[in-house]
Every structure is written in C-alpha cells, then in structure tokens.
C-alpha cells in the first residue's frame, strides 16, 4: 500500500481548519449570576428568662439577703431595699404580706411552705406605693407555715421575680406580737 502524498496535505488542512474553527466559536453567554436568596432577618431571641425554672423549689437557692425586725415588721431584702415584708396591725389583729412591685390591679400570689401552699390575692397598696399587700388575719396558719418551713418559704407573684425567704425567727416575732 503506497501513501498518497499529495492527500496528506489536504488532510493535515482540513483538520487545521476544524481546530480554527473550533477555537473561534461565536462568543460564550455567561449566564447571569444566581439571584441572591433574600435574606429573612433572624428570629428574635427568645426572653431571658428572669428565672431558672426548677422541677422543685427547695432546690432554688435563696435569694440574697437578710431579715430585719423593727416594732412589729420584718423586712427581707439587701442594700437597704426591702423585696418583701410581714406587719402587723395590732388594732385589726392583722398581719399584712407585703411585696415590693407594681400593679394597676390586683395579682396572684402565692405563698408555698414546706406544709402547705395557698394562692392569695395581692391588691396594690392604697396609698400609692410600689407595694402589693395582702392582709392576713393573726391567726392564720399559713403565718405559722411560713415562720415553721423547713428552711425556706416561696412567694410568688405573677410579673415579679420568684422569692426564696429563709425561715427566720423573725416572721414568727411578727405573728406573735400581732396574736397578743
């Protein structure tokens, strides 16, 4: 078989050409970018809780600070700020829970012992204060649940921060001056 030496060169053109052309095709289309997806701003964060929740109260830890008793009050609280207080009216033989806070009406509270828990009813102090008072007759157990409590005692208000009180003689100071 002989090679056909004047095919050669034809050959060798024609694929030069094909290369050519290939390497100058019509311009590419860049296809435009992929539209950004719009961004939904984050959801909020959920609250800080102003609390921890525990499955019981006794396993809360107190809340900081102490006791004080003077002629016929005990007042809990640090810094000179009073969270939440016992009085006694001796002439109505009542003795008055007191919570440090605000409402335009009255609110849910509720007060948890080691032997008995009892929801109340706090009303705003008639006077204007920033209290929430709940008067109690002297004789009320729930006084001596509070002040006999296995190291602590709950009160709760709906919109305030829990309290952890300690148990301290001066709640039963309050209770039985008011009985004389």
Same mark, same amino acid.
């Given at each position: 078989m002989k090679i056909n030496r004047a095919a050669l060169p034809a050959h060798v053109f024609s694929c030069a050409l094909l290369l050519? +052309? #290939? +390497?100058?095709? #019509? %311009?590419? =289309? =860049? %296809?435009p970018p992929a539209p950004q997806p719009t961004r939904r701003p984050a959801p909020p964060a959920p609250p800080p809780s102003a609390q921890p929740a525990y499955k019981d109260w006794r396993d809360a830890p107190q809340t900081p600070g102490d006791w004080r008793y003077d002629n016929g009050t005990a007042r809990f609280g640090s810094a000179g700020a009073t969270l939440f207080a016992l009085t006694c009216n001796r002439t109505a033989r009542t003795v008055s829970l007191i919570r440090t806070g605000t409402a335009p009406q009255s609110l849910p509270m509720t007060i948890s012992t080691s032997s008995e828990t009892r929801p109340l009813s706090a009303e705003p102090a008639p006077q204007g204060a920033p209290q929430l008072v709940v008067p109690l007759p002297a004789r009320d157990r729930l006084l001596d649940a509070m002040a006999f409590s296995r190291g602590r005692f709950v009160v709760e208000v709906n919109g305030l921060p829990t309290l952890y009180l300690p148990a301290w003689p001066e709640v039963a100071r309050v209770t039985e001056d008011c009985r004389r």
């Open positions: 050519l +052309a #290939g +390497a100058c095709s #019509g %311009p590419q =289309v =860049v %296809p």
